[in-house]
């Protein structure tokens, strides 16, 4: 997204600086078109919740690899294992912690998980940063070879979750004090979904204040527009770029671990079957735009929850339609990044 | 002529399969704006690619300050002290004004008195200061591009055809701001094919042809013999004038 101006330029100069609200704009009209459709106010704002609630953490997995796509045009196909290996490695500290999980103890609940995605985030960092030096580093600007080999990494991932963990699922239940709704009026909204919300707003503001008030984010944004010239400045653009996988990948894990007490249940292929989703995010946000992924998530989420209550049938293709409008309407995505 | 800050010798780079650079010898003197001439196609670009690391060459040495710099990473020849200004300006549309010049000072932010000194001859950098980038006019692009090359004193500056597509007005501010680089004896490296903007202000000069240097010399011989002109620069030259 754009910066705003604090110093007006002078009258017929240049162009103020406006942001570009079409975008935003889509989100409140898709969900009020759908309000009448859906009928029910209680069981609109339900799926509106709930869509809200997919689509952060469906955003947290994407932000990582858009950034990576766009600042070193790597296409990594492979992001899908770090989602993976984030949620079970979580199981590592929930199933042991079952007593602190299903105590009726706000604090315990929050300390189990609190250290399961601690641990999920460190192993999942620290697996991006060999899976960059070994899978990604040799095929730098090479694309067919990018997705071959990462795909090939993505599928070793899911073989080793099932040596470790074996091939079964693993049922992972809430915490006792996230399970439940609230009751708003005549509308349910889960508790878990609220938190999911939350989660997910604290990483984008993070990453909006990260990229927008620190040098090291004016170097990403920079490297994302042009790497050869933040190299001429006298910056190490590879070094930024490893710091950006292993942040992704990171954040890949955290995505993973809400995402498995979303489903409560693990599989090996939970992080390959969310990646449809996710490259459909990222392709219409604007590859390398983290503003835009955030609100294609949103958009992703939104339609996936509407079209799922009112036409299932068509609720499979719903976000590839989506993902054929927006490009029909904005062909480089909705936030596209200028690139040099 | 001032000891050389920048010495090129027998450089030879490859792009793929063409054979661009064939044997440049080339000598930068301290403190001296130098002009690098030639027609389209002739290998300039790639001449200052190759010093800055973007292109590495495949033979010859490039020696800078007294270092060896053939195989050196583009980050760290920036940081030995060349600013590279690109023919396409490489500017961050993205980004501020300010956002890009405070990328460019590496040492902490930019200088106050620094900047004060670069609006000078760049005002329109002060008025546009928390404007987009990507929304300045061609000319000011090139002021920001200049600007950050010089936003914090560097040995030598590299600057890549500065007036192409620029208006009259601008380029006279372009003038003014080598003239007073050259005041205080920054080292340049100019490329350009518009003779008349560098025949006032150029030290020494190197006409390439087909990737190697077919001329070297001192810019006021160039300037004042109108044979050699033609000779080494022929129609292009006309075109300009």
Redo the contacts between chains.
């Keep these: 997204m754009?910066?705003t101006?604090?110093?007006p330029?002078?009258d017929g100069?240049?162009?103020r600086?406006r942001l570009d609200k079409a975008p935003l704009l889509v989100l409140p009209i898709l969900a009020l078109l759908a309000l009448p459709l859906i009928g029910s106010f209680p069981t609109w704002v339900t799926l509106t919740v709930a869509g809200l609630a997919m689509g952060m953490m469906i955003f947290i997995m994407a932000s990582g690899l858009t950034l990576v796509f766009g600042l070193m045009d790597v296409l990594n196909f492979g992001h899908g294992a770090f989602v993976s290996v984030g949620a079970f490695t979580a199981t590592l500290v929930l199933l042991p912690m079952q007593g602190w999980m299903q105590a009726d103890s706000v604090l315990m609940n929050l300390t189990a998980l609190g250290l399961a995605i601690a641990l999920a985030m460190l192993v999942t960092g620290l697996l991006g940063w060999a899976f960059e030096r070994i899978v990604v580093m040799p095929v730098y600007g090479q694309h067919l070879k990018q997705i071959l080999i990462t795909m090939g990494g993505m599928i070793v991932a899911e073989q080793m979750i099932h040596v470790v963990w074996g091939p079964d699922q693993i049922p992972l239940p809430l915490p006792a004090s996230f399970r439940g709704a609230l009751l708003i009026g005549d509308a349910a909204i889960e508790k878990y979904r609220l938190i999911a919300v939350a989660v997910g707003l604290m990483v984008f503001v993070s990453m909006f204040l990260v990229l927008n008030r620190t040098?090291i984010g004016?170097?990403i944004?920079?490297g994302v527009?042009?790497g050869?010239?933040?190299?001429?400045?006298?910056?190490?653009?590879r070094r930024l770029f490893v710091g950006v996988f292993v942040a992704g990948s990171a954040l890949a894990g955290l995505g993973g671990v809400l995402w498995g007490l979303y489903k409560e249940t693990l599989t090996a292929a939970m992080g390959s079957d969310i990646m449809v989703l996710v490259f459909i995010v990222i392709i219409i946000g604007g590859l390398g735009s983290v503003g835009g992924c955030f609100i294609g998530a949103l958009l992703v989420a939104l339609v996936a929850n509407y079209t799922g209550f009112l036409a299932p049938k068509i609720a499979l293709v719903s976000n590839i339609l989506l993902m054929v409008a927006v490009l029909l309407w904005r062909p480089q995505g909705l936030y596209p990044?200028?690139k040099? | 002529m001032s000891e050389p800050l920048l010495q090129l010798t027998g450089v030879h780079t490859h792009i793929g399969q063409y054979h661009i650079l064939q044997g440049v010898d080339l000598v930068v003197p301290r403190g001296e704006l130098t002009v690098l001439l030639g027609r389209n196609g002739a290998g300039k670009t790639t001449a200052l690619r190759t010093i800055?690391g973007?292109w590495h060459a495949s033979r010859g040495a490039l020696l800078f300050d007294g270092e060896d710099i053939t195989r050196a990473?583009?980050?760290d020849i920036?940081?030995a002290g060349i600013a590279?200004v690109?023919e396409?300006m490489?500017i961050?549309?993205?980004?501020?004004v300010r956002?890009n010049l405070?990328?460019?000072a590496?040492d902490g932010g930019p200088d106050t008195a620094r900047l004060e000194w670069i609006f000078g001859f760049f005002p329109a950098l002060k008025?546009?200061?928390?404007?987009?980038a990507?929304?300045?006019?061609g000319g000011q692009k090139q002021m920001l591009a200049i600007a950050?090359a010089i936003v914090e004193p560097r040995k030598l500056l590299l600057v890549d055809e500065p007036t192409k597509g620029l208006a009259p007005a601008i380029i006279q501010s372009l003038i003014a701001a080598f003239r007073e680089l050259k005041a205080m004896e920054t080292t340049i490296l100019l490329v350009e094919q518009n003779f008349n903007f560098v025949r006032s202000l150029g030290d020494s000069v190197a006409v390439m042809d087909d990737g190697r240097i077919v001329h070297g010399g001192q810019m006021v011989d160039l300037a004042e013999d109108r044979e050699l002109q033609q000779k080494l620069l022929g129609l292009s030259l006309d075109a300009h004038q």
């Design positions: 754009t910066t101006v604090t110093t330029p002078p100069e240049l162009p600086l040098k004016l170097l944004r920079a527009e042009n050869e010239m933040v190299e001429a400045l006298g910056y190490r653009i990044v200028a040099r | 800055m973007l990473a583009t980050a920036a940081c590279y690109p396409n490489g961050f549309s993205d980004l501020t956002e405070v990328l460019a590496r008025k546009f200061w928390n404007q987009t990507g929304t300045l006019s950050r």
